[in-house]
């Protein structure tokens, strides 16, 4: 989990590895686009505004790619590209040899945004190569951010996964029931995404 460590960590000092069943999501939130492959595999009991979806078969303790869907409070001063940097410096610091791409601006439907690429040659916590694409974008009430992750050195096909999956996302608005918002404001473990 460690981009949960990473991310979750920074911004709300606490991580929380219980797993709830079925919880409303609350808020605005980046809607990823359907992937029948992937399932929800997670909900954050103490905040429902994190899920994590995982292949089929898979599980947040063990799997091969991830996309991590996060709704983080707005604070004063507080920018996608600030978040992505915090992220950065958290896998940086906690994992030896770890590089980060330049934050690159991605606005989404005139919202500001910024993307970037983490690799961890060795995750310590378990031993794998891990790689994580992310995204963030400024809400009216918050920064949403969707992280794509590969535990390997990733191959062509994972960094077009990872592409598709931050470019073709959705922003979900504070009530927005509409199409992908609505389907995932509901949900279950073990929902396909």
Do not use: H
Not at 58 to 82: A, D, F, K, Y
């Amino acid at each position: 989990m460690f981009r949960i460590v990473a991310a979750v960590a920074l911004m709300t000092g606490s991580v929380a590895m219980s797993q709830a069943s079925s919880t409303e999501w609350q808020g605005e939130f980046l809607a990823p686009t359907a992937n029948a492959g992937m399932v929800l595999g997670w909900i954050n009991p103490r905040d429902p505004t994190m899920r994590e979806f995982v292949p089929r078969g898979e599980n947040v303790q063990s799997w091969t790619r991830m996309l991590t869907v996060q709704t983080l409070p707005w604070r004063m001063g507080l920018t996608p590209t600030g978040v992505l940097r915090m992220l950065a410096n958290g896998m940086e610091g906690a994992c030896a040899g770890a590089t980060s791409s330049p934050i690159e601006a991605t606005p989404l439907d005139g919202r500001d945004g910024a993307t970037i690429r983490v690799d961890c040659p060795r995750n310590p916590q378990t031993g794998k190569a891990e790689t994580m694409f992310a995204r963030a974008v400024q809400g009216d009430r918050s920064i949403t951010m969707v992280q794509a992750a590969m535990r390997r050195v990733p191959a062509a096909d994972d960094i077009a996964w990872a592409t598709k999956a931050l470019s073709s996302l959705s922003f979900c608005g504070e009530t927005d029931q509409s199409g992908r918002c609505g389907t995932l404001r509901g949900g279950a473990v073990g929902k396909p995404l």
